[in-house]
């Protein structure tokens, strides 16, 4: 009777041969009654109960999250006697009821705490089938990128050279635009991730600080006020002006400066072009407005803003509800890099 016993502890693939082992040993002698019985059905008396799978807790999360049977059903696409057969089954499992069955579906203090243990169980397996299929993505895919013209000369074309040498199976698509236009592109997912200034417009983009930088006024040696050092707000209010195009962040902050001090400014001229913008600039017929990481010809000369000083700043920007994939990941790595070591 006891190896009877050690071997009714044996999963339920083994019973059959367990039932057939008896078989055996009793040839010759009269026929057991009831073994035939005994082999077709399942004896969790015994121990044998079907394990746990995570269907079981995946029907358990929704029902718990709609307390209805029914609804949670059709929302699973199963068959509500279905549902209620692995509720039923979980709770077996735990020993004890998960639900109180009464006219409004409850959880139970047990099923609470299942509840709380269930969620954290079902996010970590997602998120380790996420980052294995992030591992994967590493070996091929594609990675969009959007910048705007403050990186294109020096940081985009280095950290995009390097990500290609370090990761020669991923596809790059790079885009420059502004910096409206590269938070667009993340809102609809045209882009992964993006390069522009900072703060982006919408709560949905999340962004990193790079680099910041002081705004000036810009203007060419053959300007008449190219000698100036500093000027007042009655003369930038009678400036000519070359600004860049409304949906720029920089011309965001440029008008907010102008606002906040009062100043009517006289532009001539909208570009979204920086190098149009610059090229009108050296003719000496207006000044621009520019911070001076991007003022890198010789040829012009800086002038401070009036009053309060503008100050941008540029960084990283990814969509807040969507993390970034593996690639991703990896081209913000050599951004940081490339970033530090140009600073």
């Known amino acids: 009777m006891r190896d009877r016993d050690l071997e009714a502890s044996r999963s339920h693939a083994g019973v059959g041969d367990w039932v057939q082992e008896g078989l055996d040993r009793r040839k010759g002698r009269p026929p057991l009654q009831g073994i035939a019985f005994f082999h077709c059905i399942r004896p969790t008396h015994l ?13 358990f999360l929704r029902a718990a999250e709609l307390l209805h049977f029914t609804r949670a059903a059709e929302s699973l696409y199963v068959s509500q006697p279905s549902l209620s057969l692995h509720i039923k089954q979980l709770e077996e499992e735990f020993g004890g009821p998960l639900f109180e069955r009464s006219r409004q579906l409850r959880l139970t203090e047990a099923g609470q705490l299942l509840l709380h243990h269930a969620r954290n169980a079902v996010w970590e397996l997602e998120r380790a089938k996420q980052e294995v299929a992030e591992l994967q993505g590493l070996l091929s895919g594609t990675l969009s990128i959007g910048f705007t013209h403050l990186f294109s000369k020096k940081l985009v074309p280095a950290v995009l050279a390097a990500y290609r040498e370090a990761h020669p199976n991923i596809s790059l698509i790079a885009q420059m635009g502004t910096s409206g236009e590269v938070e667009q592109n993340i809102l609809t997912r045209s882009i992964d991730v993006g390069l522009a200034y900072l703060p982006p417009e919408s709560n949905e983009i999340e962004f990193e600080t790079l680099t910041s930088d002081q705004v000036f006024i810009v203007v ?4 008449p006020l190219a000698k100036k050092t500093e000027i007042s707000k009655a003369e930038l209010s009678n400036l000519p002006l070359v600004l860049q195009s409304i949906g720029h962040t920089m011309r965001r902050l440029v008008d907010v400066y102008f606002a906040k001090e009062n100043i009517s400014p006289k532009i001539l001229l909208q570009l979204s072009d920086m190098a149009m913008l610059f090229s009108m600039v050296k003719s000496g017929k207006a000044a621009g407005i520019a911070s001076s990481k991007v ?12 009053g309060s000083t503008i100050v941008w700043t540029a960084g990283i920007l990814k969509l807040r509800s969507v993390p970034l994939s593996a690639a991703a990941t990896e081209f913000v790595k050599l951004v940081k890099h490339h970033s530090r070591e140009a600073s």
């Open 47 to 59: 121990g044998f109960h079907k394990p746990m799978e995570l269907r079981h807790i995946r029907y």
């Open 220 to 223: 060419s040696h053959r300007h």
């Open 295 to 306: 003022i890198e010809d010789a040829s012009l000369h800086r002038i401070p803003l009036p």
